[in-house]
């Protein structure tokens, strides 16, 4: 199937987000390190479970989001394209996001734990179904907390964590999960890189095991907001596949945690034509 190329960009922007804060708010996180080294030296020491605990103190504390971004996206051939839009979540809930490139809505996205729809206004044209449209686009099965990932930034491991002990390098922990199949869903590997000082996770790595496709997200620029709240003001995502290659850089003016207007209307018009896409082989 060919994926038209507002197709491309709204997907690829959207599945490579993460949300930033306003950065006239928002303190360096390098000015929050010290209150944590020693804190963090403590918890490394020990095991996994320590670990976590204190991983999970300084994950993505959030319920609601509301943004606004810019992205750059670069195809295989080195060409560029830019695009305006807004994304808004619920964390482990659903998804939302509109791409207005020229000003005016051209696509808008709805994803939650079970569904996944896309609608094409340029081309009039709509997906409505379960996750085999990202599958078409990143080469192997995403589900909604895989897209929460990418698109969040909140680490995804699915087996026990406590016995997923972290890998110490100079400058950061690494912890790593293989794949699996769930039902007809294959999990693809995870690989999450933590700040050494903090454990704020600043890289996300998503692998095929079977076929080798990959995608990655590097979250830059962190700020800590309401004293709580770590958010990358940059993201710069690489997805490469056997049948695709292209890079997003994305870059954030604003955003509210807790935005009273925050609703995810997903609402196909009439006459337009369901775009059909066939399960691969596993």
Known sequence: MRIKLYTILFISALTTLSCATRRNSGTPLNNQQG????????????????????????????????????????????????????????????????????????????????????????????????????????GYDLDFYSLQALVLGVHDFRGDRNSLAPGKSEETWVVSEKGMLRGEMRIPDKKVWFAKENLVPYRM?????????????????????????????????????????????????SIDFEDPETEFYFSIPDGYEPIEIKKQDK
Not at 112 to 123: L, M, R, V
Not at 207 to 224: A, H, P, Y
Not at 228 to 242: C, D, M, N
């Open 35 to 138: 209150q944590n080294d020693a804190v963090a030296n403590m918890a490394l020491n020990k095991d996994a479970e320590a670990f976590w605990r204190l991983a999970d103190s300084t994950s993505r504390r959030f319920r609601l989001i509301s943004a606004r971004f810019t992205a750059t996206i670069t195809d295989a051939d080195g060409k560029e394209q830019s695009v305006k839009g807004k994304l808004k979540a619920c964390r482990d809930s659903v998804i939302w996001a509109s791409l207005t490139p020229f000003g005016l809505e051209v696509a808008r996205l709805r994803a939650d734990k079970s569904s996944f729809g896309f609608i094409d206004f340029f081309n009039k044209k709509y997906f409505s179904g379960d996750y085999t449209y990202l599958k078409e686009l990143a």
């Open 205 to 253: 790595e998503y692998s095929d095991w079977k076929t080798g496709d990959r995608v990655e997200s590097d979250f830059q620029t962190m700020q800590v907001y309401n004293n709580k709240v770590v958010f990358p003001a940059r993201l710069i995502v690489s997805v490469k596949t056997e049948k695709k290659k292209f890079k997003a850089d994305i870059d954030f003016r």
